[in-house]
């Protein structure tokens, strides 16, 4: 940890002004050591308040999405409703169409039935008269 003493006192010295950066060479004095270690402390409460702003920030944000989130997923839940209910209505439709085609095919076939039975009928009529001719 020594050995980046320095560098990280300077790069301190540059964020933060008003600490005193101890000259590049030579010994440092016990008050300089008291002296940095003061500004580590004072720089450690700073970051310490800077980190806790920026927690109630983000958990103010992450609040604010999550109701985002929330009203995102109820208009989800209410277009899926209306898709549901228009699904059921056309599938309504579909199945009252179907059926009405289906009442009318059987309609039109009992029609062709009974014309086909009639031809028959006539047909038969129509052969046994030539018979009795």
Do not use: C, H, W
């Not at 983000?58 to 228009?86: G, P, S, T």
């Not at 009405?100 to 009639?118: G, S």
């Amino acid at each position: 940890m020594k050995k980046y003493r320095l560098p990280i006192l300077l790069l301190a010295a540059l964020l933060f002004p008003g600490i005193s950066v101890p000259p590049a060479r030579g010994a440092l004095s016990d008050v300089d050591i008291a002296s940095l270690q003061y500004d580590m402390e004072k720089i450690k409460r700073e970051l310490d308040v800077l980190l806790s702003q920026q927690r109630e920030t983000f958990r103010i944000e992450l609040e604010r999405l999550k109701r985002e989130i929330a009203m995102i997923q109820l208009e989800i839940e209410e277009d899926l409703k209306r898709e549901q209910n228009v699904s059921a209505r056309e599938m309504e439709n579909i199945k009252e169409y179907l059926s009405n085609f289906k009442m009318e095919t059987e309609r039109i076939n009992r029609d062709i039935d009974q014309a086909l039975k009639k031809e028959m009928t006539k047909a038969r009529e129509e052969a046994s008269a030539s018979k009795i001719d």
